[in-house]
């Protein structure tokens, strides 16, 4: 019997843009998104923490949450710490370290087992020694102090090979990756490798869509990482979730989330025949 997989979307995606943000916690929309999310055939989202005053570190909006996923039986399948896209984690304080900590293993109490997305990539990834040690110092304390709970991966546009050296390290053994096929796309890697390397490493999937030289996310097609993705499902034995984080404007958001849904299902069900 195959493992059933999540499907789950980025939240925003079903919201118009918070300001010139693309990406960002749908603060006057994030209730309604849950309702339209169940509407369209979702049942998974991913949580995102755009700054530290997000409503999931809170004790009472927690609670209003946790009633608006159980009313329309939505899962959380991942927290991504989004607000590391302009604050890289290797820049972290070690109050703002502590304080987050302390507030994720709060949430892994309420929410159980979720997938924490750490990104280190574009603005906010490695481009020298010198903040690599200061990543790994982190990195180290921050898996030492979250909650057992959680599955820790990272999503890095750092080489495979450099990603695999440092995640094969003793002190981070079980920190995996997300993989991010638009941007496996955008910065000309190529995705057998990630399989060929790191298949046991990869906890999550983000689906979109991008060309080579560092293109904006497009609507999804039939693409040669798109299709290798799902031929290849079977060989990720420690996938927790496959997200669309896929492109959306902000006239047409629910119709293009509707449109590139039905094509990944399409897919997963071609390939579980």
Do not use: C
Request: glycine share 4%; proline share 2%; net charge positive.
């Amino acid at each position: 019997m195959k493992k059933k997989i999540k499907i789950s979307f980025v939240q925003g995606r079903l919201s118009k843009q918070i300001g010139s943000n693309f990406q960002y916690f749908p603060i006057d929309n994030w209730q309604n998104e849950i309702k339209e999310a169940k509407k369209i055939g979702l049942n998974n989202i991913e949580w995102i923490i755009s700054d530290f005053s997000n409503p999931i570190f809170n004790d009472e909006f927690a609670k209003l949450i946790i009633g608006y996923l159980k009313k329309f039986n939505i899962k959380i399948s991942s927290l991504s710490l989004d607000f590391l896209m302009k604050q890289p984690f290797y820049s972290l304080k070690i109050d703002d370290l502590k304080w987050l900590i302390q507030k994720l293993n709060l949430v892994s109490r309420k929410f159980g087992t979720l997938r924490i997305n750490i990104p280190i990539e574009e603005e906010s990834r490695v481009f020298r020694h010198e903040q690599m040690i200061k990543l790994e110092k982190n990195l180290k304390y921050f898996k030492k102090k979250i909650s057992k709970v959680f599955l820790i991966s990272i999503e890095t546009d750092i080489s495979p090979d450099n990603l695999l050296k440092l995640l094969t390290k003793k002190s981070f053994k079980g920190i995996g990756i997300n993989l991010d096929i638009g941007n496996i796309e955008a910065n000309g890697y190529n995705i057998e490798i990630y399989f060929k390397k790191l298949k046991n490493l990869i906890f999550g999937v983000h689906i979109k869509n991008r060309n080579i030289l560092f293109s904006k996310s497009k609507m999804l097609k039939n693409k040669k990482n798109l299709n290798y993705i799902f031929k290849n499902l079977n060989v990720l034995k420690k996938l927790n979730d496959i997200t669309l984080q896929t492109y959306k404007d902000n006239k047409n958001f629910k119709n293009q989330l509707i449109k590139n849904l039905k094509l990944v299902n399409l897919k997963l069900n071609n390939e579980r025949i």
